[in-house]
């Protein structure tokens, strides 16, 4: 097998170091170049894929849909596929996650620097021309920013255990 029947991947020199190559990265034993080539074009359709719509969406004959499907019978495309579609969806999770901590971290450094400013600002600021109502508005104000970005809005929004919650929904308003 040479390296033109492997499927490179982001993770091609990691995989080839630490782990074994996946079902579907690699052409099985007696699959031949022709045989993989197919099995990849199918794997590239995603969760919706079929043989008639690969055909279809490649343009390759429609007759050639009998030697496809004795391909994916003899060379296990439903479970490659599958085991593929696993790893992606894996990937994706662990991207979205990373994405997430990366906006956090953002949303943080934009908590500290408007507190900094606010910090500035009421250095500035005369007591005489700071009354009461004006200093709960910017403490209120400071607060509600801080638990958006933290989060903590999110977790008092949830009942208590023990707590009744009441949720009235729209079809019931005129009744």
Do not use: H
């Amino acid at each position: 097998m040479g390296d033109k029947d492997t499927v490179k991947t982001a993770n091609s020199e990691l995989n080839q170091n630490s782990e074994p190559e996946k079902s579907w990265e690699k052409r099985l034993a007696d699959e031949s170049p022709k045989a993989f080539k197919a099995f990849c074009l199918y794997r590239a359709m995603g969760y919706k894929r079929s043989i008639k719509a690969c055909l279809e969406l490649n343009g390759i004959e429609p007759n050639k849909y009998g030697s496809w499907a004795r391909y994916a019978r003899l060379f296990r495309w439903n479970e490659r596929a599958a085991e593929y579609d696993a790893y992606i969806a894996k990937e994706t999770e662990r991207e979205i996650l990373a994405e997430r901590v990366e906006r956090r971290k953002r949303q943080m450094e934009m908590l500290n620097g408007f507190d900094e400013l606010v910090a500035q600002r009421i250095k500035t600021l005369k007591p005489d021309d700071l009354n009461a109502d004006g200093a709960m508005d910017l403490l209120e104000r400071s607060a509600k920013l801080d638990s958006f970005i933290t989060g903590a809005d999110k977790e008092n929004a949830k009942p208590v255990q023990g707590e009744l919650a009441i949720n009235f929904v729209d079809s019931f308003k005129d009744l």
